[in-house]
């Protein structure tokens, strides 16, 4: 039974950094194409980044230059460093993973693609 467990979410000040992660079990992470997708109660989950089996990485534009998805295989755990925090970054984060995603849906970081989810790590980022 494939689960993922994120953790690390915190509370931090603007401009402040955070890393999440996400523990794979019951099958390797490489068997998996992952993503981070987060949610502000009462709006639509957002794709903030996905990366590929073959470690291609794509990022909402919000995230752009800010946040870095990584995955270590060896570990079964999936990586989202996340720098210069806003408030705007605040919501529930949820890693995401499926075995085959299209590379399309991927790019789009479409969160319905995904079949497995974690419980979700709340980022707080306070002004």
């Known amino acids: 039974q494939v689960q993922l467990v994120e953790s690390g979410g915190d509370s931090v000040q603007t401009g402040g950094s955070l890393t999440v992660s996400c523990v794979v079990s019951?099958?390797?992470?490489?068997?998996?194409?992952m993503g981070w997708i987060r949610q502000i109660p009462g709006k639509e989950r957002e794709g903030v980044a996905t990366?590929?089996?073959?470690?291609?990485?794509t990022y909402a534009d919000s995230a752009k230059g800010r946040f870095t998805i990584s995955k270590d295989n060896a570990k079964n755990i999936l990586y989202l460093q996340m720098s210069s925090l806003t408030p705007e970054d605040t919501a529930m984060y949820y890693c995401?993973?499926?075995?085959?995603?299209?590379?399309?849906?991927?790019?789009?970081?479409?969160?319905?693609?995904?079949?497995?989810w974690g419980q979700g790590t709340q980022v707080t980022v306070s002004p």
């Open positions: 019951g099958d390797a992470s490489s068997n998996f194409d």
């Open positions: 995401a993973a499926d075995y085959i995603v299209p590379r399309p849906a991927l790019r789009r970081m479409a969160p319905g693609v995904f079949g497995y």
């Open positions: 990366i590929a089996k073959d470690g291609t990485a």
